[in-house]
Nanobody
Framework: QVQLVESGGGLVQAGGSLRLSCAASGRIYSMYTMAWYRQAPGKQRELVASITSGGSIIYADSVKGRFTISRDNAKNTIYLQMNRTKPEDTAVYLC??????????????WGQGTQVTVSS
């Protein structure tokens, strides 16, 4: 069993900054890609940013140049630094992780999510 715990959400004024964290714990043999997704009311869940264990990063076009994803492999933790926020960034932000609990036994888990609200 693997647990993902997100923190750092809240209310911020447009143009402000927030930093989200997601810590994975439990039976982790190896961790591969970790990512942040978001889901706004009435909209589909979308990828915000992902980072592999080797440091390869993908960003959604809507956040490029404003958000930065980083990772601490020793702590199985990822971060999302959100700068120059916009009201359209308002959503529940969810952490996702893929890895192995033991050789040849993959896992794929979601966190509970943390609410980010950007006021105009």
């Amino acid at each position: 069993q693997v647990q993902l715990v997100e923190s750092g959400g809240g209310l911020v004024q447009a143009g402000g900054s927030l930093r989200l964290s997601c810590a994975a714990s439990g039976r982790i043999y190896s961790m591969y890609t970790m990512a942040w997704y978001r889901q706004a009311p009435g909209k589909q869940r979308e990828l915000v940013a992902s980072i592999t264990s080797g440091g390869s990063i993908i960003y959604a076009d809507s956040v490029k140049g404003r958000f930065t994803i980083s990772r601490d492999n020793a702590k199985n933790t990822i971060y999302l630094q959100m700068n120059r926020t916009k009201p359209e960034d308002t959503a529940v932000y969810l952490c996702h992780a893929e890895g192995m609990v033991r050789p040849l036994s993959p896992f794929d888990y979601w966190g509970q999510g943390t609410q980010v609200t950007v006021s105009s």
